[in-house]
């Protein structure tokens, strides 16, 4: 079984390809440093339960799980309400035409979640409104964690060619890929 001890030089060694491969989950190099540094902290306290077979991967499991821990942590939820209060707030120093531009968009996007069915449209919206990951998804539909990946990936598909000839997609206004 290898060691705290061991497991910490291996960190400090691989420690920019961890980074390189944590940041292209979290989306950040911040993040992924500062969960890169709490793992090094954390490996004193944490056992492994089974003998580590690939230290590189169960660094990057580890680290992974701690920024989705401090992601989770530090977010701010809103509410309905508040949420489609944030949705009709005019910017009164934009553009006329691109606040039109923007309100049709938004419709656009409401129709294609809309014309998604039921499931879809709550997998998805577990994903990307609510942040949760593909497991926790799959567990409250009771449903496989392949079968969450399809439905997902079925539904996005679908919003990105509805979404293909928008004022969003032409000033490059997407949001990118899911962090977690």
């Known amino acids: 079984m290898i060691s705290a001890a ?6 400090i060694a691989r420690y920019a390809e961890l980074r390189r491969s944590l940041e292209r989950i979290v989306g950040s190099r911040d993040q992924a440093s500062a969960a890169l540094h709490e793992t090094w902290l954390r490996l004193d306290v944490a056992k492994p339960a089974s003998p580590v077979l690939n230290p590189d991967a169960y660094l990057l499991r ?3 799980r701690i920024a989705t821990d401090d992601w989770r942590r530090n977010r701010e939820l809103l509410g309905d309400d508040e949420r489609d209060a944030l949705l009709h707030v005019v910017d009164e120093t934009a553009d006329p035409q691109r606040i039109v531009a923007a309100r049709r968009d938004v419709q ?3 129709a294609a979640m809309d014309e998604l069915p039921p499931r879809q449209r709550a997998i998805l919206a577990a994903a990307r409104v609510d942040g949760l990951l593909n497991a926790e998804i799959a567990e409250r539909f009771q449903i ?13 598909r679908h919003c990105r060619e509805r979404l293909a000839h ?6 490059g206004d997407l949001v990118g890929r899911r962090k977690f």
């Not at 928008?166 to 000033?171: D, K, L, S, W, Y």
């Open 62 to 64: 580890m680290a992974a």
């Open 166 to 171: 928008t004022e969003a997609v032409a000033h």
């Open 144 to 156: 496989s964690v392949a079968m969450v990946k399809k439905e997902l990936a079925a539904a996005m």
């Open 108 to 110: 656009t996007l409401e």
């Open 6 to 11: 061991l497991l910490r030089l291996r960190l």
